[in-house]
């Protein structure tokens, strides 16, 4: 997958890349702390705020638009179903974050494993209806926790080598 994504965005800067690479679901800074310290010898700091901020980029327009685009999306033919797909993969995650708002958002965003961070902790806080303005502290304080993480466990990978 990292060739893939090198050869993907390979005209753009080293620091483009890594932004960008972590403002995409899934992948997020998870993928992109890594490919930054390890295939591009980025500097861990630069690495990690690159990181941060990529994946921060789309949490706005996913708290504000999201409910309205997957309501559009379920009223059509083509995309009904996936709409149902997504609201029922962001209820699915709710359990925690409805108990705890703003500290379960916080924790779920930043506990870096696959099915939680940025996008899927927005999709669920917006289908709850969290404030705005708690969320996106939440959500930038858990990104940054969740960076924090992974470029220690980069780091501390690369120490044992």
Do not use: H
């Amino acid at each position: 997958m990292k060739e893939t994504i090198i050869n993907l965005l390979a005209f753009l800067p080293d620091w483009l890349e890594i932004l960008l690479v972590s403002a995409i679901p899934v992948v997020e800074l998870r993928g992109a702390i890594p490919l930054g310290i390890l295939a591009y010898d980025m500097p861990y700091l630069q690495t990690y705020f690159l990181g941060v901020i990529g994946s921060l980029i789309p949490a706005p327009f996913i708290l504000m638009f999201i409910p309205a685009i997957l309501n559009w999306m379920a009223k059509t033919k083509v995309f009904g179903k996936l709409a149902q797909w997504i609201i029922r993969k962001g209820l699915k995650k709710t359990d925690k974050i409805t108990r705890y708002k703003f500290f379960g958002l916080f924790i779920f965003v930043a506990i870096p494993l696959p099915g939680t961070g940025v996008w899927t902790g927005c999709l669920a806080a917006s289908l709850l209806g969290m404030d705005f303005k708690q969320s996106m502290i939440s959500v930038i304080l858990g990104t940054m926790t969740a960076g924090l993480i992974v470029t220690l466990l980069v780091a501390g990978g690369l120490l044992l080598v």
